[in-house]
C-alpha cells in the first residue's frame, strides 16, 4: 500500500508534506525524533514535525520509543510485526526485542485483572552488550 493510501486509510489528509516525511520514515530502521525531521525536511518546523508526528502516532502509523531521558522518537511500523524495544542507558542504542511469550503473558493479565487490552507498548532499559 502507498503511503498516501496509508495516511487516507488512517484517516489523515495525504498532503504532499506528510507523504514526504512518511516515506522517509518508512526508510529509516531506527527511532528518530522530531528535530531529525525538521533537519531532514527543511520546509518543516521542529513543531510541525513534533505535531506530525503525534498525528503519526494517534493515528497508529509509527510507535513511539521514549528513552529514560524524556526524549520521544517514533518508528515507522509499515507492515513490520510487533516488536518492544530496549534502549541503552549509556549510548542510546535502540535494540528490537521479539517476545516469545507475550501472547501468554497477555492473556495471563486478562485473565487476573479482567482487562480488555487493546494494544501496549513495553521498553526495555539497561546497559547494551558493549557498555557493560
Not at 486478562?110 to 480488555?116: D, E, I, T, V
Request: net charge positive; aromatic share 6%; glycine share 6%.
Amino acid at each position: 500500500m502507498s503511503h498516501s493510501a496509508q495516511l487516507r486509510q488512517a484517516r489523515l489528509r495525504a498532503t504532499p508534506r506528510r507523504v514526504r516525511v512518511l516515506s522517509w520514515l518508512a526508510k529509516h530502521r531506527r527511532p528518530v525524533t522530531a528535530e531529525d525531521v525538521a533537519n531532514r525536511h527543511q520546509s518543516l518546523s521542529r513543531m510541525t514535525a513534533f505535531r506530525m508526528l503525534g498525528d503519526f502516532a494517534n493515528h497508529g502509523l509509527v510507535q513511539e520509543v521514549r528513552y529514560r531521558d524524556g526524549t520521544r522518537r517514533v518508528e515507522y511500523i509499515g507492515d513490520r510485526p510487533h516488536h518492544h524495544h530496549f534502549v541503552c542507558d549509556h549510548c542510546g542504542v535502540v535494540e528490537h526485542l521479539h517476545l516469545k511469550h507475550e501472547s501468554h503473558i497477555l492473556q495471563s493479565l486478562k485473565q487476573s485483572h479482567g482487562l480488555k487490552i487493546t494494544h501496549h507498548d513495553m521498553a526495555f532499559a539497561g546497559l547494551c552488550r558493549s557498555c557493560q
